[in-house]
Structure formats: structure tokens, C-alpha cells
Nanobody
């Protein structure tokens, strides 16, 4: 079982930037996709971004395209989410997850972390 721990969330002002990290530990397969999800107050958890095991392919939800960048460092079993031009609607608890299948199959994600709070003020 893989354990995930998110970090980096904090209060930031609109148009500011923030970088989230997700550290994986425990039993980590050689190849697995990773992804970021978020859950705003009163809303269901939604997909944000995903990255293939090699880091060569990525996919983003329309609302963050051009602003967020997902990346990973497999040598350190760590994934990142660089968030630029933040908006108040980005406020949410951000979670990372792993997927032993395709990075494009959302139903395959699991092993969720506990999340890190991102709050964007106006």
C-alpha cells in the first residue's frame, strides 16, 4: 500500500502562486500515474490534473489550463502542482492520488492523501 502526504497549502492572495507537493512512501510500484484533485466547501471532489508514470504526458481540467503545471520526480517519489495566477475559486482542499492504470482513467485513482488546504483571498 502506498501512503501519500500532501504539503504546501496556505493562504495566498489572488493572482499569487503556490507550489504543492505530494510525497509517496511505502510500497511504490515502478510505474504508476499520479494526479491532483480538489474539494471545495460544499462541493464534491473534482479532478484537477494528472500525469503519466514517466511524466511525459499530462492532462488538466479546463479551469486550470495555462495556470497550473503538474510534474513529478520519480527518484524522490514526489509529485508537484505549481499553481500560478490563483483565483478565489481555486480555494479547496487539494488531494493527491495514484493510479496503476492509465493516467487518463479517472476511476482508477486511489490511495488518497489527507489533503492540504489552499485558500485564495480576494
Amino acid at each position: 500500500q502506498v501512503q501519500l502526504e500532501e504539503s504546501g497549502g496556505r493562504l495566498v492572495q489572488a493572482v499569487g502562486s503556490l507550489r504543492l507537493s505530494c510525497a509517496a512512501s511505502g510500497r511504490t510500484p515502478s510505474r504508476y500515474a499520479m494526479g491532483w484533485f480538489r474539494q471545495a466547501p460544499g462541493k464534491e471532489r473534482e479532478f484537477v490534473a494528472t500525469i503519466s508514470w514517466s511524466g511525459g504526458s499530462t492532462y488538466y481540467v479546463d479551469s486550470v489550463k495555462g495556470r497550473f503545471t503538474i510534474s513529478r520526480d520519480n527518484a524522490k517519489n514526489t509529485m508537484f502542482l505549481q499553481m500560478n495566477s490563483l483565483k478565489p475559486e481555486d480555494t479547496a482542499v487539494y488531494y493527491c492520488a495514484v493510479n496503476w492504470g492509465s493516467y487518463l482513467v479517472m476511476s482508477g485513482f486511489g490511495s488518497w492523501g489527507q489533503g492540504t488546504q489552499v485558500t485564495v483571498s480576494s
